[in-house]
């Protein structure tokens, strides 16, 4: 890929000759998609974020630039964007599994963090099976 041909010379005299970028709408969109950008802006900004963050996106998740114009879409979405109500039920949904989930485990004795129905995940075998010291005959 030769980069000089998306610049040409700027119309502006004040600019002296120099060569600027070709605007994306007069170039082949066969010939913008080969240059591998993303094609949703919401992507491209995602895109930039993490390059700005060093190539990780969990240090762009964790931007403090909050005074950047990209700050509130880092995420790759658009958060001035109306949620839709079919958005909203699956969040919903979502998080009523993932509280069902954690009721049974809690429910069941294990832990969030710990795997439940697997051999030695007993979580009271650090006290020799007994219940740990303030809870005994409270069940």
Known sequence: MNPHRYLEP??????GGHHVGRLPGTIELRELRDLGH??????AIRAKCIDCS???DT???KCVAVGCPLWPFRMGSNPFRPVS????????RA????AAVLSLQLLSGQGE???????GTDPHADTGGAEPSGLEGKS
Do not use: F, I
């Open 10 to 15: 700027s119309p502006a005299r004040a600019d």
């Open 38 to 43: 993303p094609e949703s802006p919401t992507r």
């Open 54 to 56: 060093g190539g990780s």
């Open 59 to 61: 240090e762009a998740r």
């Open 85 to 92: 109500d079919a958005q909203l039920a699956s969040v919903a």
């Open 95 to 98: 998080r009523a599994v993932k």
């Open 113 to 119: 963090n710990e795997k439940c129905g697997e051999p």
